[in-house]
């Protein structure tokens, strides 16, 4: 499977609606923008903070605030999935 942005639509701490399309990790934004094309939906404003989030984390949140129009959900969250990648190992006991 190739890596992937995972697009969520939370409303009430729930996802409402969702989509995945294919993305690299450098470049989001292209796959962002067919995602909220298919949930039609406007493009949220990319931030410094989102870019941030995105080279540390691989994911970032946009609030309503951040689309230029009204929006009836809560935030929109975007996530890299990429299947290869080796998983991280925790240190905390709890999570053996």
């Known amino acids: ?3 992937a942005l995972w697009v969520r639509l939370i409303r009430h701490h729930r996802t409402a609606r969702e989509a995945v ?11 962002l923008a067919e ?5 039609d939906l ?3 404003l ?7 989030e995105w080279d540390e984390f691989g994911q970032t949140r946009f609030l309503p605030d951040a689309f230029m129009e009204h ?6 969250e975007i996530e ?3 299947p290869d990648a080796k998983k ?3 240190r905390d006991p709890r999570n053996a």
Not at 46 to 52: A, G, M, P, V
Not at 71 to 76: E, G, I, K
């Open 1 to 3: 499977m190739a890596t």
């Open 21 to 31: 399309e294919p993305c690299t990790r450098h470049d989001p934004e292209e796959a």
């Open 35 to 39: 995602a909220c094309r298919k949930l």
């Open 42 to 44: 406007s493009r949220p």
């Open 46 to 52: 990319w931030l410094d903070k989102n870019q941030r």
């Open 71 to 76: 929006v009836d959900f809560d935030r929109l």
């Open 80 to 82: 890299f999935i990429d």
């Open 88 to 90: 991280k190992h925790s």
